[in-house]
């Protein structure tokens, strides 16, 4: 079901492109940083770029983690997403692009019905 009137989209299936923009400027920013450390060895350059990268990384990491219950990923996807840097960022855009949004809205809402029945059985008995 729809958040807003005018927007098909789900909230989960809008935090997943979120994430796909944030895991695209995490390897954008990953390989700036990688440029200005080592191809143009400026030593200025790579204190800019890794304070944005570090940053961006951040926001990352969070985004990941918070998003992994609602779209249904194991728990080992975002710590391996994290540790494995900028592949695992293009990993995550990936997989964000293949995810399958009417699927996981489904199993959510039928997820949340099943607790509130187990929620009004224990109630009421």
């Not at 789900?10 to 700036?32: C, D, N």
């Not at 699927?103 to 997820?111: H, I, L, P, T």
Request: hydrophobic share 50%; aromatic share 14%.
């Amino acid at each position: 079901m729809s958040d807003f009137a005018d927007d098909a989209k789900s909230e989960v299936q809008r935090k997943g492109e979120q994430l796909f923009w944030v895991a695209t400027i995490e390897t954008i920013t990953y390989a700036g940083l990688f440029y200005c450390w080592q191809i143009a060895d400026s030593e200025v350059g790579t204190r800019l770029m890794g304070w944005f990268h570090g940053w961006v990384v951040m926001a990352f990491a969070v985004m990941v983690v918070w998003i992994t219950p609602a779209i249904r990923w194991r728990w080992w996807v975002p710590w391996l997403s994290i540790a494995t840097g900028p592949i695992g960022a293009l990993a995550v855009a990936i997989r964000l692009r293949r995810t399958d949004w009417p699927e996981v809205d489904a199993a959510n809402r039928a997820e949340r019905a099943e607790r509130r029945r187990a929620g009004m059985e224990t109630t009421t008995s």
